[in-house]
Nanobody
Framework: QVHLVESGGGLVQPGGSLRLSCVASGTKLNVYHTAWHRQVPGRQRELVARINIGTTTDYATSVQGRFTISRDNDKNTIYLQMDNLKPEDTAIYYC??????????WGQGTHVTVSS
């Protein structure tokens, strides 16, 4: 059974940094495309960043230049480095792995709050 566990969320002041991690178990990460999404309660979940099997990356305009997605297939882990955080980055962040052949899986989410 595929299981994703996020960590690294918390409270940070504007301008600060956080690094989110997502560890996959029950599968090998190297066969999946991977992504981070976020959701504010009452609003739609939105794509933040993604990195495919070939390590090509793509970012939402709102985080371009501030966030960096990466993956370590040997550790079965996806990362999201978030710098220069803003209050509007406050959300629940979810990791996601997907590929039509193997399925689409989500973590349980980690809370990020940016506030002074």
């Amino acid at each position: 059974q595929v299981h994703l566990v996020e960590s690294g969320g918390g409270l940070v002041q504007p301008g600060g940094s956080l690094r989110l991690s997502c560890v996959a178990s029950g599968t090998k990460l190297n066969v999946y495309h991977t992504a981070w999404h976020r959701q504010v309660p009452g609003r739609q979940r939105e794509l933040v960043a993604r990195i495919n099997i070939g390590t090509t990356t793509d970012y939402a305009t709102s985080v371009q230049g501030r966030f960096t997605i990466s993956r370590d297939n040997d550790k079965n882990t996806i990362y999201l480095q978030m710098d220069n955080l803003k209050p509007e980055d406050t959300a629940i962040y979810y990791c996601n792995i997907y590929r039509s052949t193997y399925g689409n899986y989500w973590g349980q989410g980690t809370h990020v709050t940016v506030s002074s």
